[in-house]
Protein backbone atom coordinates (compact mmCIF):
# COMPACT_ATOMS: atom_id res chain seq x y z
CA UNK A 1 0.00 0.00 0.00
CA UNK A 2 1.45 3.56 -0.54
CA UNK A 3 0.37 6.66 1.20
CA UNK A 4 0.55 9.88 -0.31
CA UNK A 5 0.70 12.89 2.52
CA UNK A 6 0.51 16.14 1.69
CA UNK A 7 0.82 20.12 2.64
CA UNK A 8 0.01 23.39 1.55
CA UNK A 9 3.40 24.79 3.07
CA UNK A 10 6.80 23.65 2.93
CA UNK A 11 6.73 24.09 6.99
CA UNK A 12 3.72 21.39 6.93
CA UNK A 13 5.62 18.51 5.33
CA UNK A 14 9.24 19.43 5.98
CA UNK A 15 9.80 17.36 9.21
CA UNK A 16 8.00 14.43 7.33
CA UNK A 17 10.60 14.45 4.80
CA UNK A 18 13.36 14.77 6.96
CA UNK A 19 12.15 11.48 8.17
CA UNK A 20 12.00 9.56 5.28
CA UNK A 21 14.29 6.67 4.53
CA UNK A 22 15.35 5.18 1.09
CA UNK A 23 14.28 8.22 -0.29
CA UNK A 24 14.07 9.30 -4.08
CA UNK A 25 13.14 12.91 -5.62
CA UNK A 26 11.11 13.94 -8.59
CA UNK A 27 10.06 17.22 -9.77
CA UNK A 28 6.63 16.61 -11.86
CA UNK A 29 4.49 19.78 -13.13
CA UNK A 30 6.06 22.00 -10.57
CA UNK A 31 5.71 20.25 -7.15
CA UNK A 32 8.59 17.78 -6.22
CA UNK A 33 7.62 14.54 -5.13
CA UNK A 34 9.17 12.78 -2.20
CA UNK A 35 9.23 8.70 -2.31
CA UNK A 36 10.14 6.82 0.36
CA UNK A 37 9.25 4.60 3.32
CA UNK A 38 8.50 5.92 7.03
CA UNK A 39 7.85 3.73 9.91
CA UNK A 40 8.21 0.77 7.75
CA UNK A 41 5.18 2.33 5.14
CA UNK A 42 5.72 3.25 1.42
CA UNK A 43 4.81 7.28 1.26
CA UNK A 44 5.23 9.85 -1.18
CA UNK A 45 5.21 13.14 0.67
CA UNK A 46 4.61 16.84 -1.33
CA UNK A 47 3.70 20.25 -0.80
CA UNK A 48 1.33 21.19 -3.32
CA UNK A 49 0.68 24.85 -2.12
CA UNK A 50 -1.82 26.82 -0.82
CA UNK A 51 -5.68 27.11 -2.82
CA UNK A 52 -7.96 24.80 -4.21
CA UNK A 53 -6.35 24.64 -7.64
CA UNK A 54 -2.65 23.47 -6.74
CA UNK A 55 -4.37 21.09 -4.40
CA UNK A 56 -6.66 19.36 -6.57
CA UNK A 57 -3.89 19.19 -9.35
CA UNK A 58 -1.70 17.52 -6.64
CA UNK A 59 -4.05 14.97 -5.72
CA UNK A 60 -4.75 14.04 -9.14
CA UNK A 61 -0.71 13.42 -9.45
CA UNK A 62 -0.42 11.40 -6.70
CA UNK A 63 -3.44 9.24 -7.42
CA UNK A 64 -2.44 8.39 -11.06
CA UNK A 65 1.24 8.86 -11.51
CA UNK A 66 2.31 7.45 -8.15
CA UNK A 67 -0.63 5.17 -7.45
CA UNK A 68 -1.61 5.94 -3.74
CA UNK A 69 -4.20 4.07 -2.20
CA UNK A 70 -4.35 6.42 0.81
CA UNK A 71 -4.65 9.77 1.39
CA UNK A 72 -3.45 12.08 4.06
CA UNK A 73 -3.88 15.88 3.86
CA UNK A 74 -2.75 17.84 6.94
CA UNK A 75 -1.88 21.55 7.85
CA UNK A 76 -2.91 24.69 9.18
CA UNK A 77 -6.70 25.79 9.65
CA UNK A 78 -8.72 28.51 11.01
CA UNK A 79 -10.71 27.80 14.30
CA UNK A 80 -14.29 28.39 13.98
CA UNK A 81 -15.61 26.40 17.25
CA UNK A 82 -15.28 26.64 20.78
CA UNK A 83 -14.63 23.20 21.30
CA UNK A 84 -11.07 22.89 20.23
CA UNK A 85 -8.36 26.13 20.38
CA UNK A 86 -4.74 27.04 19.30
CA UNK A 87 -2.89 24.08 18.61
CA UNK A 88 -5.20 21.56 19.04
CA UNK A 89 -6.60 19.48 16.18
CA UNK A 90 -9.58 18.83 13.79
CA UNK A 91 -9.32 15.76 12.38
CA UNK A 92 -11.60 16.36 8.81
CA UNK A 93 -14.82 14.19 9.31
CA UNK A 94 -16.47 15.96 6.54
CA UNK A 95 -15.62 18.88 4.52
CA UNK A 96 -16.87 20.87 2.28
CA UNK A 97 -16.72 23.97 0.15
CA UNK A 98 -17.70 27.22 1.61
CA UNK A 99 -16.98 29.77 -1.65
CA UNK A 100 -19.07 27.13 -4.20
CA UNK A 101 -22.30 26.79 -5.74
CA UNK A 102 -22.42 23.30 -4.25
CA UNK A 103 -25.68 22.35 -6.42
CA UNK A 104 -23.40 22.67 -9.42
CA UNK A 105 -19.90 21.00 -8.00
CA UNK A 106 -22.48 17.94 -7.47
CA UNK A 107 -23.50 17.51 -11.38
CA UNK A 108 -19.99 15.67 -11.91
CA UNK A 109 -18.16 13.24 -10.04
CA UNK A 110 -18.41 11.82 -7.77
CA UNK A 111 -21.67 13.78 -7.57
CA UNK A 112 -21.37 15.00 -3.79
CA UNK A 113 -21.81 18.29 -2.20
CA UNK A 114 -19.62 17.44 0.84
CA UNK A 115 -16.88 14.87 1.27
CA UNK A 116 -16.40 12.67 4.31
CA UNK A 117 -12.92 10.96 5.66
CA UNK A 118 -12.76 7.18 5.94
CA UNK A 119 -13.41 6.25 9.08
CA UNK A 120 -10.29 4.23 9.64
CA UNK A 121 -7.94 6.87 9.26
CA UNK A 122 -10.24 9.06 11.03
CA UNK A 123 -9.78 6.91 14.02
CA UNK A 124 -6.39 6.76 13.37
CA UNK A 125 -5.78 10.28 13.65
CA UNK A 126 -7.90 10.64 16.60
CA UNK A 127 -5.93 7.74 18.35
CA UNK A 128 -2.16 9.58 17.77
CA UNK A 129 -3.48 12.48 18.80
CA UNK A 130 -4.47 11.23 22.16
CA UNK A 131 -1.49 9.10 22.70
CA UNK A 132 0.36 12.46 21.77
CA UNK A 133 -1.38 14.38 24.64
CA UNK A 134 -2.99 16.06 21.89
CA UNK A 135 -6.56 17.49 22.06
CA UNK A 136 -8.40 16.67 18.88
CA UNK A 137 -11.86 16.88 17.78
CA UNK A 138 -13.69 14.73 14.21
CA UNK A 139 -15.50 17.46 13.11
CA UNK A 140 -16.54 19.62 9.76
CA UNK A 141 -13.80 21.52 7.73
CA UNK A 142 -14.84 24.58 5.59
CA UNK A 143 -12.87 25.26 2.37
CA UNK A 144 -12.33 28.64 -0.10
CA UNK A 145 -10.21 30.19 -1.67
CA UNK A 146 -9.76 33.13 0.79
CA UNK A 147 -7.89 33.69 3.91
CA UNK A 148 -10.37 34.26 6.64
CA UNK A 149 -8.83 37.48 8.69
CA UNK A 150 -11.75 38.80 9.83
CA UNK A 151 -15.08 38.50 11.92
CA UNK A 152 -17.52 39.81 8.89
CA UNK A 153 -15.87 36.68 6.42
CA UNK A 154 -16.13 34.37 9.75
CA UNK A 155 -19.54 34.78 10.49
CA UNK A 156 -21.05 34.30 6.79
CA UNK A 157 -18.78 30.91 6.26
CA UNK A 158 -20.50 29.97 9.90
CA UNK A 159 -23.71 30.89 8.82
CA UNK A 160 -23.60 28.73 5.49
CA UNK A 161 -21.91 25.72 6.48
CA UNK A 162 -21.35 25.61 10.24
CA UNK A 163 -17.81 24.51 10.43
CA UNK A 164 -15.51 23.26 13.16
CA UNK A 165 -12.75 25.30 10.94
CA UNK A 166 -11.76 26.62 7.77
CA UNK A 167 -8.72 26.62 5.26
CA UNK A 168 -8.17 26.89 1.72
CA UNK A 169 -7.67 23.15 0.07
CA UNK A 170 -9.32 20.67 2.08
CA UNK A 171 -12.56 19.99 0.30
CA UNK A 172 -10.67 20.27 -3.20
CA UNK A 173 -8.09 17.36 -1.96
CA UNK A 174 -11.71 15.24 -1.40
CA UNK A 175 -13.40 15.98 -3.99
CA UNK A 176 -10.53 14.91 -6.68
CA UNK A 177 -9.29 11.91 -4.14
CA UNK A 178 -12.75 10.48 -4.33
CA UNK A 179 -13.37 11.01 -8.06
CA UNK A 180 -9.78 9.20 -8.63
CA UNK A 181 -11.43 6.20 -6.93
CA UNK A 182 -14.14 6.05 -9.73
CA UNK A 183 -16.84 4.90 -7.90
CA UNK A 184 -20.01 6.38 -8.46
CA UNK A 185 -22.62 7.04 -5.84
CA UNK A 186 -24.93 8.27 -8.29
CA UNK A 187 -28.33 5.95 -8.71
CA UNK A 188 -27.86 3.89 -5.12
CA UNK A 189 -30.83 2.43 -3.67
CA UNK A 190 -32.34 4.32 -1.14
CA UNK A 191 -32.41 1.48 1.35
CA UNK A 192 -28.95 1.94 3.34
CA UNK A 193 -27.49 -1.68 3.77
CA UNK A 194 -26.24 -0.85 7.40
CA UNK A 195 -27.22 1.42 10.10
CA UNK A 196 -24.35 2.59 11.64
CA UNK A 197 -23.28 4.39 8.66
CA UNK A 198 -24.54 7.01 6.48
CA UNK A 199 -21.28 7.42 4.19
CA UNK A 200 -22.34 7.04 0.28
CA UNK A 201 -19.02 5.26 -0.29
CA UNK A 202 -18.87 2.49 1.86
CA UNK A 203 -22.75 1.98 0.43
CA UNK A 204 -21.53 1.97 -3.36
CA UNK A 205 -18.46 -0.17 -2.03
CA UNK A 206 -21.02 -2.72 -0.69
CA UNK A 207 -23.49 -2.50 -4.23
CA UNK A 208 -19.85 -3.09 -6.08
CA UNK A 209 -19.49 -6.66 -3.59
CA UNK A 210 -16.60 -5.12 -2.03
CA UNK A 211 -17.31 -4.89 1.09
CA UNK A 212 -19.51 -6.76 3.65
CA UNK A 213 -20.87 -5.94 7.20
CA UNK A 214 -21.74 -7.90 10.09
CA UNK A 215 -25.74 -9.48 10.10
CA UNK A 216 -27.57 -10.07 13.89
CA UNK A 217 -30.53 -10.27 15.09
CA UNK A 218 -32.19 -8.93 11.95
CA UNK A 219 -29.71 -5.58 12.12
CA UNK A 220 -26.90 -5.53 9.55
CA UNK A 221 -23.99 -2.77 10.71
CA UNK A 222 -20.76 -1.89 8.97
CA UNK A 223 -18.75 -1.58 12.50
CA UNK A 224 -16.56 1.18 10.99
CA UNK A 225 -14.13 1.84 13.79
CA UNK A 226 -13.32 -1.81 14.13
CA UNK A 227 -10.24 -3.11 12.89
CA UNK A 228 -9.57 -5.19 10.03
CA UNK A 229 -8.18 -8.74 10.19
CA UNK A 230 -5.21 -9.80 7.06
CA UNK A 231 -7.65 -12.45 5.60
CA UNK A 232 -10.38 -9.25 5.71
CA UNK A 233 -7.88 -7.28 3.83
CA UNK A 234 -6.95 -9.50 1.52
CA UNK A 235 -9.92 -10.90 0.60
CA UNK A 236 -10.85 -6.94 -0.55
CA UNK A 237 -8.07 -6.27 -2.38
CA UNK A 238 -9.23 -9.42 -4.61
CA UNK A 239 -12.67 -8.20 -4.93
CA UNK A 240 -11.20 -4.70 -5.84
CA UNK A 241 -8.98 -5.88 -8.74
CA UNK A 242 -11.95 -8.39 -9.73
CA UNK A 243 -13.90 -5.53 -9.77
CA UNK A 244 -11.68 -3.19 -12.56
Known sequence: MIIGIMGAMPDEVDQLCARLE?????NYAGV?????????????VCCAGMGKAN???????????????????????????SRIGIGDVCVGETVVYHDAELS??????PFQTEYHGDPALVQAALDACTACGVKAIAGKIATGD????????????????HPDCVEMEGAAVSQIAAKAMGLSISNLSSVRPFTDT?????????AAGIVEGYFSNGTSTFKPYNTLTRGQISAIVWRME???
Open 198 to 206: TDPYVQALN
Open 146 to 161: TFVGDAETKKAIEEKC
Open 104 to 109: MIAQSA
Open 22 to 26: NVTKE
Open 242 to 244: QAQ
Open 55 to 81: AASTVQVLCTKYGIDKLIFSGIAGNMT
Open 32 to 44: EYHCGTLQGKQVV
